[in-house]
């Protein structure tokens, strides 16, 4: 070995002049994550509490102006503004549902990004609670309108025609004809690769959409979405109304994207003439029920089956041709009947049970 020259000792596969000195102690300032939901790092080390030790001839002593809990701060930024870009987005699609509305209608802003997040998000929050509760809102609606407006019609008919109302492909059709797929969020946030809002820079520059002839959005990129996820926000959108506005914000919000649910104020026409007391004891189902029939011809269409014959009751299945008329049977009113009660449960669980799953 010649005198002054230092022998090089390989540690770790790092060569190292000072193999002796003393090791240095280092951890991270922080680590860089999705802050909008901490649940999900629970399971985490704190890195605080994490060390590594470095050879000191391998560091470097930077002075920063600024301190390391200023620093910590700005790795808030991304998560920040992620929800505040993600709230302006919901804040433009109800100002879209709701232009020339003319309806005083009130329906915050959180509920309507619920509605437009789909479970990919991987957020505190997601659209299957509300799609639950809208798409049983929209059943209820749909047979309740068939049921006033089309009480000369088959039930068989009339459940074609609505499963043409709630099918996904005419949702599908209607949301893409109010834009709303572009309003949809699909994947998750990821702060690694977050982009500071406004960059000009590469694939990333904004360009102008308009929405309406009075309302436009700025975008980074297209999307594709599936139509099964469009019918789905659709119906999310629908619970989102309901949920906040009542059974009236739900049925507006129905009519303002194209579908024609009115609850029409239309009396149920029997075309027969039926002596309840003479069928039924009467005062006994009422005594059970705790309650009093207006229309008692009701209760025995209710408990007649299709076969039943009886010169005083007209059977379900003396009907002509066309099935346009038939007689007295409960099919109408079990029509109605599943609806109103799947309605009335999704109600009962989805406040019971708030932000429950569909799964």
Not at 202 to 207: I, N, R
Not at 348 to 359: F, I
Request: charged share 20%.
């Amino acid at each position: 070995m010649q005198p002054g020259i230092r022998t090089m000792h390989c540690r770790h596969g790092v060569y190292l002049y000072f193999d002796e000195a003393i090791l240095l102690k280092g951890r991270h300032l922080f680590t860089v994550k999705n802050y909008l939901n901490e649940s999900r790092h629970h399971k985490e080390r704190d890195p605080s509490n994490i060390f590594v030790e470095l050879p000191p001839e391998l560091c470097q002593v930077i002075m920063s102006p600024i301190s390391c809990s200023t620093f910590y701060s700005y790795a808030f930024v991304p998560s920040i503004m992620h929800r505040l870009q993600s709230l302006l987005l919901a804040v433009n699609l109800k100002k879209m549902l709701l232009d020339d509305w003319g309806q005083n209608v009130t329906i915050p802003t959180m509920k309507v990004l619920e509605a437009i997040t789909t479970k990919n998000c991987q957020e505190g929050f997601h659209s299957e609670s509300l799609e639950t509760l809208g798409d049983s809102f929209l059943k209820y609606a749909a047979s309740h309108y068939l049921f006033k407006t089309h009480q000369n019609k088959h039930e068989g008919l009339l459940s074609i025609k609505k499963d043409k109302i709630i099918s996904n492909a005419s949702l599908c059709k209607l949301g893409c004809e109010h834009k709303i797929p572009g309003f949809i969020r699909t994947e998750p946030f990821d702060p690694k690769i977050w982009i500071i809002p406004g960059d000009n820079s590469g694939s990333y520059q904004l360009q102008e959409e308009k929405l309406s002839d009075r309302r436009k959005i700025y975008v980074t990129h297209k999307k594709k979405v599936k139509g099964k996820i469009v019918a789905d926000a659709v119906e999310a959108l629908i619970g989102a109304f309901l949920s906040t506005g009542g059974e009236s914000a739900g049925i507006l919000f129905l009519n303002r994207i194209g579908i024609k649910v009115d609850f029409v104020n239309i009396p149920y026409e029997r075309h027969f003439q039926i002596q309840a007391e003479k069928l039924i004891n009467l005062d006994h189902f009422e005594s059970l029920l705790s309650y009093s029939f207006r229309d008692p011809s009701l209760l025995v269409e209710a408990l007649t089956h299709g076969s039943y014959m009886l010169p005083e009751i007209p059977s379900c299945y003396q009907m002509t041709l066309d099935l346009t008329t038939f007689n007295i049977c409960y099919a109408m009113l079990e029509f109605l009947g599943d609806a109103v009660l799947d309605y009335l449960i999704i109600v009962h669980l989805y406040n019971k049970y708030p932000g429950m799953s569909s799964d």
